[in-house]
């Protein structure tokens, strides 16, 4: 999967490469939500800086956003940074952070790691 996942002291580091397909990131949302140290985390930063191409479409963040609020009543707090480059993708991060909208886990977009470091700190 052209993903690598870094565990953080208080959260993880997701970043993505290449190609990727709509499963490749459920899957990787399931196995994010099975791990023993995503309990504790506080945040996700998600890094698509490097994607070549994104086969994902607004179908695809409906689904992500309703598994992810089911596991947020089990888990609690979460807050979800995206970093990217890619204006195409905008609308797609958009798409998510609006189905979780006043959920409990927060969303947002961010161009740089340093400004979705700076988020997440300071939440």
């Given amino acids: 999967m052209p993903h690598t ?7 993880l580091l997701r970043k993505f490469t ?6 490749e990131i459920l899957k990787s949302n399931f196995e994010i939500h099975a791990h023993p140290k995503f309990e504790k985390i ?14 994902v479409d607004v179908s695809h963040t409906k689904i992500y956003a309703v598994t992810d609020d089911v596991i947020s009543n ?20 958009n798409s998510y952070r609006n189905q979780m909208e006043n959920r409990l886990f927060k ?9 979705a470091r700076e988020w ?4």
Avoid: M, R
């Fill in 107 to 115: 969303c947002e977009i961010f161009k740089t790691i340093d400004d």
């Fill in 74 to 93: 089990t888990k609690g707090k979460l807050n979800i940074a995206f970093i990217i480059h890619q204006d195409s993708y905008v609308n797609l991060v």
């Fill in 18 to 23: 290449g190609k990727i397909h709509p499963e």
């Fill in 42 to 55: 506080a945040y996700i930063i998600n890094d698509f800086t490097e994607v070549d191409d994104l086969s």
């Fill in 120 to 123: 997440v700190d300071s939440q």
């Fill in 5 to 11: 996942n870094t565990w953080e002291q208080n959260g």
